[in-house]
């Protein structure tokens, strides 16, 4: 098992900035040999895909609502993958989580962090 938790998220005003994180602790090597994703679930809404990250940092992958907003990177020394939110709206209010892809689905994933935008 490989045990994920997310941090960074909180209150900012619209156009601000947030930096959130995903620490991953137990067999790391999941982490590290596979793609990880950030995925975001709003309040009465489905869970969506936000962003991802192959294991080595050489591609990336991004919702067309956050292109251009959100860089997602990581840091396998650290165990710890990132997701950089630029020009926040009020529309990005979510809980975040990030997960591990195993290959065939998101299989692990974190309890996730509370991001509100203000308008």
């Known amino acids: 098992q490989v045990r994920l938790v997310e941090s960074g998220g909180g209150l900012v005003q619209a156009g601000g900035s947030l930096r959130l994180s995903c620490a991953a602790s137990g067999r790391t090597f999941i982490f590290s040999t596979n793609t990880m994703g950030w995925f975001r679930q709003a309040p009465g809404k489905e869970r969506e895909f936000a962003a991802a990250?192959?294991?080595?940092?050489?591609?990336?992958y991004y919702a067309d609502f956050v292109k251009g907003r959100f860089t997602i990177s990581r840091d396998n020394a650290k165990n710890t993958v990132y997701l950089q939110m630029n020009s926040l709206k009020p529309e990005d209010t979510a809980v975040y989580y990030c997960?591990?892809?195993?290959?065939?689905?998101?299989?692990?994933w974190g309890q996730g962090t509370q991001v509100t935008v203000s308008a």
């Open positions: 997960a591990v892809y195993t290959g065939t689905k998101y299989e692990y």
């Open positions: 990250i192959t294991r080595t940092g050489g591609n990336t």
